[in-house]
């Protein structure tokens, strides 16, 4: 029986009139008040995820300093805690990794103790939750709860939970424009201009039964890495919903020259909606495992965590008892932990792929009622079925390039769409964007297939092969960083528009073409390139 329970953010219109959020302004205003040094405040938990006020991290020329962080409130600069002290804590955050989800977790159940602990001081409820933002929840749910966008607390105070560096997809400093682009916000915001594309946050990540993968196909919950703290493959989940949701809700200033908090993960923890956005993901791994019956991976590399194979551990500050260690085998099994959340249901219901795409294929398929029976292949044979011949400059409204498909790979693949059923399920197709750099965390590309010239992106939604925010490409390109800046790698699964090419006879071709729309225009220095744009099989 679970100890405490985690609920909606909009539960009583999402104002301060919803206690759980209440408690967690006068929480958050009581970490704000202490130093930087203090394990306790709220700089050092967000420095815990990533930062840029240390000497060792403001070495990457394009990092955002925390000095020039437009307040409110002000982010202190000083005191740095002992060197010793912000090695350890400091900079953890677990990206581009099977440790995304698992290290994240532990992060949340800190913050929230602690939190917990100002309540309880303070004279609060000693079972107060950090409350999540399901920003797929009905009616306007995709916007934030207004108790983040208040100007001040119900006393009057300002209020701890509206910072100013927030900008919202429309990268605006109006408030009152901050939202996710869900399929419903996109539906029920301002246009978007018509030459450029706002790709849809989804759950589409959720359908994916397998945890763990490699760089190629990264599964549900990332590849399989030891500690990660930048570049590398995003996961299905961290890709989507949860970069895209950081770059939507950060944004950048009108003019370009200060990026949103919640954009860059060096950045993103001194955003308190940080939190409820993370305990969102956080809820839907618990979904995926427990509603939907999902298995974690049982290999000790992932269990036991990076520190069994000698690397850093996971460690948090914990009031009371000073320092926390956890493993992803402390975390990975959500029913003997001591909270839960008030909806575990998954969001949208039950979704077979596979089964749909039988069904488009023309496959005779079982149908039983509403449901449709299909197994999902487990296969692990992987195959590269072409690649771009050169590196993609992206610039200015975008970038088009070709992805030379090898005739023989095609054709197995087009032979396994043809004879698709239940007892031989379709290849997957998987496009990759590998080593994308660049120096703005705040851009979204959406890759479209086959578009045609002159063709506006947002009338052609089934050509859509994904959308990737580049949370965390400024670190990840950085020359002098933990990976020799070779950029953040990406994974869309892009088997419905091949399903739709392959019926329309567009798959019988040398070439696919690839087209890169950006959610706003792309400035020179920013510099975004894509090494290579690759299109791989997953098959049995
Ligand atoms: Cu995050």
Redesign the pocket.
């Known amino acids: 029986m679970a100890d405490f329970t985690r609920s909606n953010a909009w539960k009583n219109g999402g104002t301060f009139d919803n206690k759980d959020l209440y408690w967690y302004a006068i929480g958050v205003q009581a970490m704000m008040a202490r130093s930087l040094d203090n394990t306790a405040s709220w700089w050092f938990f967000a420095a815990i995820h990533g930062e840029y006020v240390t000497p060792e991290s403001l070495k990457n020329p394009r990092a955002f300093p925390w000095s020039e962080i437009p307040g409110a409130p002000a982010v202190p600069i000083v005191p740095l805690p002992a060197k010793a002290t912000y090695i350890t804590f400091w900079n953890q955050c677990q990206h581009g990794s099977w440790y995304f989800l698992p290290w994240?977790r532990g992060y949340l159940l800190a913050l929230e103790a602690q939190i917990r602990e100002e309540i309880k001081t303070l004279g609060g409820p000693s079972t107060w939750a950090l409350p999540y933002w399901n920003y797929f929840g009905p009616a306007q749910e995709y916007d934030i709860p207004p108790a983040f966008t208040a100007p001040t607390l119900p006393n009057g105070s300002p209020n701890p939970l509206l910072p100013i560096a927030r900008y919202g997809p429309m990268n605006s400093a109006d408030q009152a424009n901050i939202w996710v682009a869900t399929e419903a916000g996109i539906q029920n915001h301002p246009p978007i201009p018509t030459d450029l594309f706002y790709g849809p946050v989804t759950l589409d990540s959720m359908n994916q039964p397998i945890f763990a993968g490699d760089n190629r196909v990264p599964e549900f919950g990332g590849p399989q890495t030891g500690f990660n703290h930048s570049s590398g493959t995003h996961g299905d989940l961290e890709a989507n919903p949860?970069d895209l949701v950081?770059v939507y809700v950060g944004g950048t200033s009108p003019d370009g020259s200060v990026p949103g908090l919640m954009s860059v993960p060096a950045l993103?923890g001194l955003d308190p909606i940080f939190y409820l956005?993370?305990a969102n993901i956080d809820r839907l791994w618990a979904s995926w495992n427990v509603t939907l019956g999902n298995p974690n991976p049982t290999d000790p590399t992932w269990l036991n965590g990076p520190a069994a194979g000698g690397n850093q551990e996971f460690v948090m500050p914990w009031p009371g008892i000073g320092k926390w260690i956890y493993t992803p085998r402390d975390m990975g099994n959500f029913n003997q932990l001591d909270y839960t959340y008030d909806d575990l249901t998954r969001p949208g219901g039950a979704v077979n792929v596979i089964a749909e795409r039988l069904v488009n294929l023309g496959a005779a398929i079982k149908v039983e009622g509403s449901k449709m029976s299909a197994s999902v292949p487990e296969g692990k044979n992987i195959e590269l079925v072409g690649a771009s011949l050169s590196p993609l400059r992206v610039e200015g409204e975008g970038a088009h390039t070709l992805v030379r498909l090898q005739p023989e790979v095609r054709r197995q693949l087009t032979a396994s769409l043809e004879k698709a059923a239940v007892s031989s399920p379709p290849d997957r197709v998987i496009l990759n964007l590998e080593n994308v750099r660049g120096t703005r965390d705040t851009q979204i590309l959406n890759v479209f297939i086959n578009l045609p010239p002159n063709a506006k992106p947002a009338e052609h939604p089934e050509l859509l092969a994904g959308s990737v925010g580049l949370f965390g490409i400024t670190d990840a390109s950085f020359e002098l960083g933990d990976h020799g800046g070779e950029g953040l790698n990406f994974a869309l699964d892009i088997s419905k528009v091949v399903d739709k090419l392959h019926l329309g006879s567009a798959l019988d071709s040398d070439s696919l073409g690839v087209t890169i729309v950006p959610n706003k225009t792309i400035a020179d220095e920013d510099q975004i390139t894509i090494g290579k744009v690759s299109i791989f099989r997953k098959g049995l």
């Open positions: 994240h949860h950081h993103a956005h993370h």
